[in-house]
């Protein structure tokens, strides 16, 4: 969408004609890597876990302790929350592309005004953005089978060191 300077209000852009970059940029705001590390602050973490704010356990030494190895997963998340946001730039650099091929070969219709030639075009950009969809959903497919496989090889991970803790 673009802002229509003289009535304030917002326009459709004619290579966005579904206004797929105003929910695409919604999206964005998800993945901003300062919110990403809002939701692993230590200490609001820890505030949330009443059973370890125990008198006798210094919380602050505990933070400061491990304070490189949270900003270390801090680092690695801004950097996971920026390639989900490139697959989400890339996801609409798909639709732009293939809506803009279709507009190409719409252009390119002899008599634009024809029922006939309306037909065709419809036809073709409906297929354009069929395809762009299918495409867009393989790619966040890939993306979601990337991120479970990662999640499964950590998984034993996790429950390795859980056992290890549990016999300290």
Sequence with gaps: MADNKKSGKQTQSPMDPFGFSQMFQESFKMFD??????????????????????????????????QASFEAMVEANKAAAATYQDMLEKQMDIFNRMTAAAQDVAKQTESPV?????????????????????????????????NQQAFDRLSGQVSQAMDNIKTK
């Design 114 to 146: 024809s029922a006939d030639a309306a037909a065709k075009n419809s036809k073709i950009y409906a297929e354009a953005a069929e395809t762009a969809f299918n495409l867009m959903r393989e790619m966040a497919e890939a993306a979601q089978s990337a």
């Design 33 to 66: 890597p300062d919110r990403v590390a809002q939701m692993f602050d230590p200490q609001k973490v820890f505030a949330q876990m009443p059973a370890m704010q125990s008198a006798d356990m210094d919380m602050n030494a505990i933070i400061k302790k491990n």
